[in-house]
């Protein structure tokens, strides 16, 4: 059968033919392509190239026993229109390079692309937020980056090291030549890639209630590490969205930002930013009209009557908490959350001229600050969607503290 050269395509990895006539694991290989081709035009692509074109011409080999006439030059050509053409590009002119470890969906990457930085090497193990990653940034980023294998595809250098990692359990119990062990943890790989690349920044969003974690034990490790070890200097506040991300989210969050004092010797004068007032209500992020059916409480629902005598207001975002409903007095959204999607609990819920409802997952997505005329949400499940954005950072506040890293940058 004769193949069309035009369709060629990353996905076409995937094809279970192909996975079985090479040995190579077909998740890793799109994302050392993808790194490559999205690099092509500087000179991080040599970092993935070899790999990059051995992966290429495996293919095109593939390909040529269906009696395709695809060579590894022609490949690359329509293979980087796929990567190029996407909604969030690079800039062109990018005045420094980061990595976007725990990518989650983009968050910080659109943050960071938006104050001038090229994302060279990004990490998430999350099948479904890959989707979405790569949809809207062209690079399907590498995976569990616990692994060795993974965290070996990190570039030598950049400036910036971004991670919205998850909060696990530290064991305060070991001590490792004076400091508190974080092996075991996911902590332990961003000190591991801190310890070999010395990023001139360290930026870091964790949740709240990290800081009283533990009695506060797992914050003074990280602290610790940072400081003791590391020989960063540390600057750490929580913030709100609604207070500082100009989003109508009610969401707390602590970030961390660490300098090399002996690369960024005018470390001290980095502020995090100021309170700013909230110009936007709920009514700029919901989407106008009726919405798809299966967004509405049916008056049959079990729980109709409680919602219909709770929810009166138009103007503000409800959270329905397994067996009652929890009204917002700020008029804002309630913090959204992984589990929003995954039955009764947390739902935030809305009262419009067509009935109560949800909100609808592309909703969710605007209140963490993603452009929604640009930003793609790909065809996935709806609880896929609900845990994304939930899981995610709010963009315009990461920008607000990126902003303030560059300038001492």
């Given amino acids: 059968m004769m193949l069309d050269t035009d369709s060629i395509k990353i996905a076409e990895l995937d094809n279970k033919d192909y996975e079985f006539s090479v040995a190579g694991n077909a998740s890793e290989e799109k994302a050392v392509l993808t790194h490559y081709l999205h690099n092509y035009h500087n000179g991080v692509a040599k970092h993935y190239e070899k790999k990059a074109l051995n992966i290429i011409e495996n293919f095109v080999n593939y390909r040529k026993k269906n009696a395709e006439k695809t060579t590894v030059k022609s490949a690359v050509k329509k293979l980087l229109a796929e990567v190029e053409n996407v909604p969030f590009t690079t800039p062109k002119n990018y005045t420094f390079k980061f990595i976007d470890l725990f990518a989650g969906i983009g968050g910080f990457r659109i943050a960071m692309q938006n104050v001038g930085g090229r994302c060279i090497y990004t990490s998430e193990w999350n099948k479904d937020a890959q989707i979405t990653y790569k949809e809207n940034f062209g690079e399907i980023p590498f995976g569990d980056i616990s692994q060795e294998n993974i965290k070996n595809y990190i570039p030598e250098n950049f400036d910036v090291l971004c991670a919205g990692f998850p909060c696990q359990a530290f064991s305060i119990a070991g001590y490792q030549k004076g400091f508190s062990d974080t092996r075991g943890t996911l902590f332990f790989d961003i000190e591991k890639i801190v310890e070999k690349h010395r990023p001139k920044v360290v930026f870091l969003e964790n949740v709240k209630n990290l800081v009283g974690h533990d009695n506060g034990k797992t914050f003074r490790v990280i602290c610790e590490i940072l400081e003791e070890k590391l020989r960063y200097r540390v600057f750490a506040k929580v913030l709100n969205s609604m207070t500082h991300g100009n989003v109508p989210q009610n969401r707390e969050r602590i970030f961390i930002v660490a300098f090399d004092s002996e690369q960024v010797t005018n470390f001290a004068d980095f502020k995090f930013p100021e309170e700013i007032p909230l110009t936007h209500t709920i009514h700029d992020f919901l989407e106008e009209g009726k919405q798809d059916e299966k967004y509405?409480?049916?008056?049959?629902?079990?729980?109709?009557?409680?919602?219909?005598?709770?929810?009166?207001?138009?103007?503000?975002?409800?959270?329905?908490?397994?067996?009652?409903?929890?009204?917002?007095?700020?008029?804002v959204c309630p913090t959204l959350t992984a589990n929003m999607g995954a039955g009764g609990h947390n739902v935030p819920l809305i009262k419009d001229d067509f009935g109560i409802r949800k909100l609808t997952p592309k909703e969710c997505f605007a209140f963490q600050g993603y452009p929604m005329d640009k930003y793609i949400l790909p065809k996935i499940a709806d609880s896929k969607l609900y845990m994304q954005a939930g899981n995610s950072v709010t963009t315009t506040l990461i920008e607000r503290i990126s902003h303030e890293i560059i300038k001492v940058l």
Wanted: proline residues 3%; hydrophobic residues 15%; positive net charge.
């Fill in 296 to 331: 509405y409480y049916k008056e049959t629902h079990q729980y109709y009557p409680e919602l219909e005598k709770t929810m009166t207001k138009k103007d503000t975002v409800y959270q329905w908490r397994r067996v009652y409903v929890r009204e917002n007095k700020s008029n």
